[in-house]
């Protein structure tokens, strides 16, 4: 026996969740993980030891129910797992036996946590339902591999480029080179790779007075530590990894038209993705075809990665329900760039589009990813279904401003506030809501500061109106949800805040 190589997708999920409280729908936040092994293997033991994730004071993690489950095509999710753990000492790992299982990827939900001792000043987590995202950061698995080496992709060719023809459209300037072009204004500025289906540029400035060379895509920055942080197609199968760099198809330009087609990169499942640029924004139509439903761990046509390290660019939109993985979202919504301002997402036509919002804040990125065609089971999982499926989304820069007395306009406004009012509406779609910004754990007690600014911007047509998402985030404080000060009785000032 020796221990097993894998990686790893972390998710969150909203699970139902078991209390007296005769109040309905009440929930809780599951940690979910997908390990994969690049390979068959034989799995025979999982082990896992406490991780520290309160500081307040030092306390570790206490994982109590753990499901671990196998998919089986045809059949669904197979338990091969489930234990009710003892409290784990800090430094000492816990066993739980696999039964020898033959696969190349098993999913891990913990979805309950051991209450944490009284010492705990009310952290994050606090109650035994709402389940620490790194609960399952300190993990190993033993047992043999049965292929000799992992399975790595298979080769893709470059794009194809066929007529590359680009012309600016009125109010831009392109750039053209060997390996991308690029369209900018004073409000916008975006660069499509020509060697694979990628956006190398992207950004907006509300003002026009300079911010789009400050790309807030994750493209150029070098300080991150995973290395396919970039815009494009995306697929998470239960096999293997399979960013935007490993898709292959055509490319062609048409003035301001840049259109990718036939992109692919597993077996069965092909995309059209336009984009036609203008000085403002730029429209992106998408095009799917499955040959058969497929599953993945993650799947979006298009994801647009952010970089935090320019600005912590959110997603303000509702969550589409109040169950399974966190950060579905409906669209119309908004992207915030604190210093940059707002990006209105509209549907112009098609199959329904939703987005699938994330981030990972010890790695400074961010994503926003469209989504169609597909189904969701209770913890996540993707199932892309048979056929074809298309829609036409609009961007557009957007300024979100507070509501204006009569006699007063937006240019009466400081530049500084035209640019950065959105960014206190700092909403957290796969986070419960409101928080301290759009890569932060929620401050129940500090969340009266972005109601009064939610309060005083009207809403946008169509989209979710700021009370909203502050109703949504008071909601879930007020039945137990997840943040720092959710236990009431211990933290004197989240009830006032509420």
């Not at 753990?85 to 033959?102: F, M, N, R, S, T």
């Not at 692919?264 to 439903?293: K, N």
Request: hydrophobic fraction near 40%; charge should be negative; glycine fraction near 8%.
């Amino acid at each position: 026996m020796e221990q097993l190589s894998y990686t790893c997708i972390p998710h969150a999920a909203w699970v139902p969740r078991e209390s007296e409280d005769s109040a309905e729908n009440l929930v809780g936040l599951a940690a979910v993980r997908y390990y994969r092994f690049e390979r068959q293997v034989r799995v025979n033991t999982f082990r896992l030891c406490p991780t520290a994730i309160r500081w307040a004071p030092k306390l570790y993690s206490r994982p109590e129910h753990i499901i671990i489950s196998r998919f089986q095509t045809g059949v669904g999710w197979e338990t091969v797992a489930e234990a009710h753990l003892p409290v784990i000492k800090e430094g000492e790992w816990h066993e739980i036996d696999v039964g020898g299982v033959l696969t190349d990827h098993l999913r891990v939900v913990c979805d309950r946590e051991h209450p944490v001792p009284g010492e705990c000043h009310g952290d994050f987590a606090y109650f035994p339902w709402n389940v620490p995202f790194r609960i399952l950061e300190q993990v190993e698995w033993v047992g043999e591999p049965v292929e000799p080496n992992p399975r790595e992709p298979l080769y893709q060719p470059p794009l194809r480029g066929e007529d590359i023809r680009p012309a600016a459209p009125e109010g831009m300037v392109l750039t053209h080179e060997p390996h991308q072009v690029g369209f900018r204004s004073p409000h916008f500025a975006v660069a499509f790779s020509l060697r694979c289906p990628m956006i190398t540029h992207l950004a907006w400035d509300v003002l026009g007075t300079g911010l789009v060379d400050r790309s807030l895509t994750c493209f150029a920055n070098t300080h991150l530590r995973r290395q396919y942080l970039v815009s494009g197609p995306w697929i998470s199968t239960l096999q293997g990894e399979v960013p935007c760099q490993y898709w292959t198809g055509v490319v062609s330009v048409e003035g301001n038209r840049v259109i990718y087609q036939n992109l692919h990169a597993v077996e069965g499942l092909a995309l059209d993705v336009e984009f036609e640029v203008c000085a403002e924004g730029m429209d992106v139509t998408v095009r799917q075809r499955a040959e058969s439903d497929m599953v993945a761990a993650e799947y979006e046509p298009w994801r647009f990665m952010w970089n935090a390290e320019e600005a912590i660019t959110g997603t303000l939109a509702l969550p589409v329900s109040d169950l399974g993985r966190t950060g579905l979202v409906s669209v119309p919504a908004l992207w915030s760039a604190p210093g940059h301002g707002t990006m209105l997402i509209e549907q112009e036509e098609g199959d329904e589009v939703l987005l699938q919002v994330d981030s990972v804040r010890d790695q400074h990125f961010g994503m926003s990813g469209l989504m169609l065609g597909v189904e969701h089971d209770e913890y996540g999982l993707v199932k892309i279904k048979q056929g074809e499926s298309a829609a036409t989304l609009s961007m557009r820069t957007y300024e979100l401003l507070p509501r204006l007395r009569e006699g007063v306009s937006k240019e009466d406004l400081a530049p500084g506030l035209r640019r950065n009012w959105a960014t206190a509406i700092t909403f957290r779609p796969e986070l419960a809501g409101l928080s301290n910004n759009s890569m932060s754990v929620i401050c129940i007690m500090g969340n009266h500061k972005g109601v009064d600014t939610c309060a005083y911007t009207p809403a946008l047509g169509g989209t979710p109106s700021p009370l909203d998402m502050a109703r949504y985030t008071t909601g879930l404080s007020l039945q137990g949800g997840p943040g720092y000060g959710e236990n009431r009785e211990m933290w004197m000032d989240t009830d006032p805040s509420l």
